[in-house]
């Protein structure tokens, strides 16, 4: 879990203790070591409005 920034320290808190960025991280290290599929997404950004602005 270290290499998603929670301390060891960290790990072992109730999560209403945590900040909200570490427990996105927690979350996160949950959904990657169950079972489920995962399709991760990057931010849309408005490049592709402009590109697609220009194409029509």
């Not at 290499?3 to 808190?13: E, K, P, S, T, W």
């Amino acid at each position: 879990m270290g290499a998603f920034g929670l301390r060891r320290d960290i790990v072992f808190r109730q999560i209403k203790q945590l900040s909200a960025g570490q427990k996105v991280r927690a979350a996160l290290v949950k959904v990657l070591l169950s079972d489920a599929d995962l399709l991760v997404l990057d931010e849309p950004n408005n490049f592709f409005g402009y590109y697609c602005h220009l194409c029509s």
